[in-house]
Nanobody
Framework: QVQLVESGGGSVQAGGSLRLSCQYS????????MAWFRQAPGKEREGVAA????????WYADSVKGRFTLSQDNDKNTLYPHMNSLKPADPAMYYC???????????????????WGQGPLVTVSS
């Protein structure tokens, strides 16, 4: 069974940084579209960032552009979102997701992805 194993959630002060990780148990992530979504209580799930074909295509939501960056370790089959300058608007459950492909026009749509992680919680204190 294909799995996405996430880790790294926690609490951080506003302005601080946090790094999550998502390890994919099956095909190399260089062959997959890997993405991060987040969902706060009472809000819709929001696409945060995605990387396709080994980082050759990377997209970020406007709400995190300039603050979040994606990196990956292909040997560990792991994707890392580096979250900097965290704001009070950033707390949520953060979900890793995988798909065989993600066109630029739809990378932030949850229906594109067929495998999901369990979602580490990120909280930001002011």
């Amino acid at each position: 069974q294909v799995q996405l194993v996430e880790s790294g959630g926690g609490s951080v002060q506003a302005g601080g940084s946090l790094r999550l990780s998502c390890q994919y148990s099956s095909n190399p992530i260089t062959r997959k579209c890997m993405a991060w979504f987040r969902q706060a209580p009472g809000k819709e799930r929001e696409g945060v960032a995605a990387s396709f074909t080994g980082g050759m295509s990377t997209w970020y939501a406007d709400s995190v552009k300039g603050r979040f960056t994606l990196s990956q370790d292909n040997d560990k089959n792991t994707l890392y979102p580096h979250m900097n300058s965290l704001k009070p608007a950033d707390p949520a459950m953060y979900y890793c997701a995988a798909s065989d492909s993600c066109p630029q026009s739809t990378w932030a749509r949850s229906y594109v992805y067929n495998t999901w992680g369990q979602g580490p919680l990120v909280t930001v204190s002011s």
